[in-house]
C-alpha cells in the first residue's frame, strides 16, 4: 500500500508505485482517502498500525544490515 503517509501529515509521497505485472491496480484520490480515515476510527487506526508496523520491519532490516554479513542474512553473496 502506497499513500499512508497522508495519514501522517504528510503532502507529498516519499514513495513511487509502479505495477510491474500484468494484472489490475487500484487508486482512490487522495480527498476520498483522507475523508475515508476522517470518518473511520477503525480504518484510521489500521493504517496507522500498519504504518508502525513498516517503521517497525525497516528499522530491523537497518539492524539486521548492520549487524550481520550477506550469508548470515540468507542472501547470495554475488547478488
Known amino acids: 500500500m502506497v499513500g499512508f503517509h497522508l495519514t501522517l501529515g504528510l503532502d507529498w509521497s516519499p514513495l513511487t508505485a509502479v505495477v510491474l505485472v500484468p494484472g489490475e491496480a487500484l487508486r482512490v484520490p487522495t480527498t476520498a482517502f483522507l ?45
Open 35 to 79: 475523508e475515508v480515515v476522517k470518518d473511520s476510527a477503525v480504518i484510521g487506526d489500521l493504517i496507522r498500525r500498519y504504518a508502525a508496523f513498516c517503521l517497525r520491519y525497516e528499522s530491523q532490516i537497518v539492524a539486521c544490515n548492520a549487524l550481520h554479513s550477506i550469508e548470515q542474512r540468507g542472501l547470495p553473496a554475488n547478488g
